[in-house]
């Protein structure tokens, strides 16, 4: 069974309020041609497929449009999709039953009642000409403590495994021909490599390998935007990456994934890469004084595109109008100026930093505390205003709740 293995579009994403529409637009124009060219069996899609809970209609369309075109790129093959964290489950399960007459699986969400839990909605035989070549197992984003409770023995901490582990023996009772089997999920393995991931939206909790049972030949995942084989999975697991980043800092290729599986052996791993119209790009790579930085802007190729961030290096405070005159140097160039990064130049320490004990730090007032902490983290001593500033504030929060015995009942 051959599956592409893609997640993590977040269609609709803008970059410093700057409209990507273009460049989602032309990685599905790949995706379509990759699809046409590879003639998989399946493609799953393990989650955010937008970027925003309520997509702008517009991204909505580009969706469709797109799905449609992948249909017709490979009448026969299965499409699963999940539910990621920034999806909206129920949002994008509205029209499930229409696009199962193009072949299109949706799952958002898991399906119970009083009574059970509907374990057959994330089931899907893969058919190849009339015949079951394998299965895909489709869990969407669902945060550990909101797994459906299966039995009355598993304590709440383990019915995420439970109901991954539900799944596969299902699946395995109907496998009698020990196909292929590819379990998709969307969520953060512990130990991957989490590089430039953004983990300000939804959260991140982290599930050992473990905790997704025994019994798939491969596990989709999608949530982690830097492409990885999981450690100790021997092939069996995989985050096939974001295939257009989302940050600045997600500076590896971005591709989508290739599987081949054969019963009994490990699995077939190729990438097919996804080329960004326009890239995202630090100038340069590593810190240097502004006014540097600002001339490497200025020298930038006018009919170039790309976003681009300035990495300043600083020994205080950035001119007030260094925005101004950067938003200037890239005025007319085909590049889109977004942000500077700065990097405080540490001061050289005149004597090594000594380790602190527990008890010497418990002895420290917060204020000592917290300006050790900045002389280590930015090189220099806090500021004496901000020290008044946080001494007030601790003033006032000791007063609040420090009880007055002098008051009346």
Known sequence: MKILHTSDWH?????YNYDRTAEQQAFLRQLTRIVTEEQPDAMVVSGDIYHYSSPAAATQKMYTDAMLNIHQACPGMAIVVTAGNHDSSSKLEIDSSLWQHFGLNVVGNIERTAE???LYKHIIEINNEKKTIGYVIAVPHVYPQNFPLLDTETPRDQRQARF???L???VKKRNTAQLPVVLMAHLSIEGSDRSGHDESIGGIEYVPLSAMGEGYDYLALGHIHCPQDIKGSHHHARYCGTPLPVSFDETYPH????IEL??????QISTREIENPIPLVTLPHDPTPFEDAL???EEYPEEKPAYLRLNVLTKGYLPPDCNEKASNAAKGKACKYCYIKTTRERQADTDESKPISIQEMQEMSPLEIARLYYRETEGEEMDPELCQLMETVMQKVKARTTPNHLSEP
């Not at 269609?11 to 970059?15: A, E, I, P």
């Open 164 to 166: 991954f582990q539900a």
């Open 255 to 258: 591709s989508v994934s290739i």
């Open 116 to 118: 059970e839990v509907n």
């Open 295 to 297: 001339k490497l802007l």
């Open 11 to 15: 269609l609709g994403h803008t970059l």
């Open 262 to 267: 054969e019963k009994g052996a490990e699995p």
């Open 168 to 170: 596969l023996d299902e």
